[in-house]
């Protein structure tokens, strides 16, 4: 079982990058893919999740807008597009998984991503954002 993130990069403020979770060993129907990111000497913080069973999303208030999670099962890959990127964006970001059960999504509406189990973890894709 595995994640694979990439598509990190070096932008200018205000310029877009997409990054992708790749999963393999396992397919992402009924799951919940979430998106964290560290920036150096900060705590992971989460960005966006999405339900890839019915396709709902979750953003975090400090990337709503510019950021938008989508998901394509067919290549059991979910992306994370990102416009209008700041340089406080910069950090490496990572991606998760937990699997989805009954009350898995309303768990992490009710309170946060950080209430869930995250099963397993991508090893991240730095993104840096210069001003």
């Known amino acids: 079982v595995q994640l694979q993130a990439s598509g990190g990069g070096l932008v200018r403020t205000g310029g877009s990058l997409r990054l992708s979770c790749v999963a393999s060993?396992?397919?992402?129907?009924?799951?919940?893919l979430g998106w964290f990111r560290q920036a150096p000497g900060k705590e992971r913080e989460a960005v966006s999740s999405?339900?890839?069973?019915?396709?709902?999303?979750y953003y975090s208030p400090f990337v709503k807008g510019r950021f938008t999670v989508s998901k394509d099962n067919s290549k059991n890959t979910v992306y994370l597009q990102m416009n209008n990127l700041k340089p406080e964006d910069t950090a490496v970001y990572y991606c998760?998984?937990?699997?989805?059960?009954?009350?898995?999504?309303?768990?992490?509406?009710?309170?946060?991503?950080?209430?869930?189990?995250?099963?397993?973890w991508g090893q991240g894709t730095l993104v840096t954002v210069s001003s």
């Open positions: 999405i339900n890839t069973a019915d396709g709902r999303t």
């Open positions: 060993g396992f397919t992402l129907d009924y799951h919940v």
């Open positions: 998760a998984t937990d699997r989805l059960k009954s009350d898995t999504w309303s768990g992490l509406e009710t309170w946060g991503m950080e209430a869930l189990v995250w099963d397993y």
